[in-house]
């Protein structure tokens, strides 16, 4: 089952993050507020570097 969490818009208002979760799958996207926008996957790299699987996201600055 498919589960995504944490819906979190920027400053903006033009982008939003989620975490999903999938399985053993825990992914984070971004995607842009706009209709039929499609979500691209967050690597885990340089500043995303530390997200954990049980991570919250409370603040987008």
Known sequence: ???????????????????????AANDYYLC??????TPKKVERAGEFSTLGDTAVLIDWR
């Open 1 to 23: 089952m498919l589960v995504n969490y944490d819906a979190l818009i920027s400053p903006d208002g033009q982008k939003f993050a989620f975490r999903s979760v999938k399985g």
């Open 32 to 37: 842009d507020t706009k209709p039929g926008s």
